[in-house]
């Protein structure tokens, strides 16, 4: 199983940017789709985005999409979560996730399709 590693998160103000990182172990990386969740307090996780095999298709959250960017490099077993414009409601506690595919260009959003996740790092975003 990969273990996964987020590093990033902290304080910005409204229309700010971050940055998070998951670093993943194991030399297999490459066969695994990627995906971040975000679970603010109170509430449910939700998937943000999701990231193929092969960095060919992605999917994004319609909360996010048009600030948010997820990619991946293979070569140095790690995903990124690129986040622009950030608004008070993208306060939350981000979580990477990771699970195996057997096709390059499929990805999966659902918390349930996932069975390896990092322990988090907080985002807070401060109007």
């Known amino acids: 199983q990969v273990q996964l590693v987020e590093s990033g998160g902290g304080s910005v103000q409204a229309g700010g940017s971050l940055r998070l990182s998951c670093a993943a172990s194991g030399r297999t990386f490459s066969t695994y789709v990627m995906g971040w969740f975000r679970q603010a307090p109170g509430k449910e996780r939700e998937p943000v985005a999701a990231?193929?095999?092969?960095?060919?298709?992605?999917y994004h959250a319609d909360s996010v999409k048009g600030r948010f960017t997820i990619s991946r490099d293979n070569a140095k077993n790690t995903a990124y979560l690129q986040m622009n414009s950030l608004k008070p409601e993208d306060t939350a506690v981000y979580y990477c996730a990771a699970r195996f595919s057997s096709y390059s260009d499929t990805w999966y959003y659902k918390v349930a399709d996932f069975g390896s996740w990092g322990q988090g790092t907080q985002v807070t975003v401060s109007s």
């Open positions: 990231i193929s095999r092969s960095g060919s298709t992605t």
